[in-house]
Structure formats: structure tokens, C-alpha cells
């Protein structure tokens, strides 16, 4: 079956700090890969995604690119700010399929 | 508009009150889902609509009752509910059921509480 994993939270940063969440994943054929962030209090938003090997997707100073060779889709943030604390989900579906596959979340705190 | 609303934002129920919680989308999608969100863990499916017709109804208890009125309406039904439904309840939607290229859109969800 399908399965994403992240890593452990939470993660505690200074603000300016470099930013990686690992993301690995289990999945049959060529899924697509998401990262979406959940604020306090509200549902989840997308924040990136790519939909085949190789891809890089891009959004408000995030990255993450699709490494089928290593199953993996590292988010990443040059330099995090208060407001980037959030719950990120990395989650997964397959091409035609309906659910989305889900990791636990990783909960970031940015500290001034 | 690439909105997706839930309402109420917040309910609180007792066990033996019947409620119902409304999500919209104005984005002309044909899928619409369902998922129950406990504190700090992923969110769970439990019910897909594909063009107005369930398509997918993850073995959830009977007391939870799915509607698709038209494309842009999805309601959960509420009955008979225990303390532990208490959770966030997210409605999403995207193009298509089976597109799995295209991102689901949440709401902002409903915060349940059953006394």
C-alpha cells in the first residue's frame, strides 16, 4: 500500500534559520507529491507540489523536489520566519486514485 | 473564487442532538470529501463524492450521514454522537475524484465538540 513518512517533530528554529523537513515515501506507479501547511486554527492549505520525478515545486520561499531514485521530497526554507510556524503534511496520490495519502506532520515553531 | 466554506465554524452537541454541517465550493469541482481531524494527527478520511454519488465510504459508523445535494453542496448529518467524534471536521473538494495530479482545497473546518 501507500505510505509517507516524515520526520519526527517537533522542530524548534531560530528565525533566518535554514529549514528541512524530510519527507520519504512508499507508493506503486508515479504518484504526485504534495506539501500542504496547516496554520492554528484553520484547515489545510497547499503550499507546493510536483507531479513527476524530478519536478521542483516552488511557493513562498519553499522548495521540495520529487526524487523518485531516493522516494523522497525534502521540504526545504532558505530562512524561516515567525509566521512560518505551522503543522506541514506531506501527503501523496496516486494518478487515479482519489485518496490522499498523508505523513503525521511535522510541527515547526520559529522562534524571534 | 477558489474557496472552499464550512459552516458553523465551531458546535457543540450533546449525544443525543441530530446536526449537520454544510461545506461549499464555487470552483466547479466534481469531488467533494469528507475528513475527521484529531489534535495534532493527520487528517482522516471518510467520505468521497464523485459527481454527486458517494464513491468512497471509509467503514464509517452509521451515525455519520453523507449529502451531496448538487456540485457545490456537500453535508455531513449528525446523530447520536459520542465524546470521542469530538474533532475537527474538514471538507475539501478538487477537479476530479480521480485526477491524482490535482490538490484538494480544505475549508477551514468545523471544530466538533459532543458533551
Known amino acids: 500500500g501507500n505510505s509517507v513518512t516524515q520526520m519526527e517533530g517537533p522542530v524548534t528554529l531560530s528565525e533566518e534559520a535554514f529549514l528541512t523537513i524530510n519527507c520519504t515515501y512508499t507508493?506503486?506507479?508515479?504518484?504526485?507529491l504534495f506539501w500542504y501547511v496547516q496554520y492554528p486554527g484553520e484547515g489545510l492549505q497547499l503550499l507546493l507540489k510536483a507531479t513527476k520525478a524530478d519536478d521542483k515545486g516552488s511557493n513562498k520561499g519553499f522548495e521540495a523536489t520529487y526524487r523518485k531514485e531516493t522516494t523522497s521530497f525534502h521540504l526545504e526554507k532558505g530562512s524561516v520566519q515567525v509566521s512560518d510556524s505551522a503543522v506541514y503534511f506531506c501527503?501523496?496520490?496516486?494518478?487515479?486514485?482519489?485518496?490522499?495519502?498523508f505523513g503525521d506532520g511535522t510541527t515547526l515553531t520559529v522562534k524571534p | 473564487d477558489t474557496e472552499v466554506t464550512q459552516t458553523p465554524k465551531h458546535l457543540v452537541m450533546g449525544m443525543t442532538n441530530k446536526k449537520s454541517l454544510k461545506c461549499e465550493q464555487h470552483?466547479?469541482?466534481?469531488?467533494m470529501y469528507w475528513y475527521k481531524q484529531k489534535a495534532k494527527k493527520p487528517p482522516e478520511l471518510m467520505f468521497v463524492y464523485s459527481y454527486e454519488k458517494l464513491s468512497i465510504n471509509e467503514s464509517v459508523p452509521s451515525r455519520f450521514s453523507p449529502e451531496c445535494p448538487n456540485s457545490s453542496l456537500l453535508n455531513l448529518h449528525l446523530h447520536a454522537l459520542q465524546p470521542e467524534d469530538s474533532a475537527l471536521y474538514l471538507c475539501?473538494?478538487?477537479?476530479?475524484?480521480?485526477?491524482?495530479?490535482?490538490?484538494?482545497?480544505f475549508g477551514p473546518g468545523t471544530r466538533l465538540t459532543v458533551l
Open positions: 475539501a473538494s478538487s477537479q476530479e475524484e480521480l485526477a491524482g495530479v490535482n490538490e484538494q482545497f
Open positions: 501527503a501523496l496520490r496516486r494518478t487515479n486514485a482519489g485518496k490522499s495519502t
Open positions: 470552483m466547479g469541482h466534481r469531488a
Open positions: 507508493a506503486t506507479g508515479y504518484p504526485s
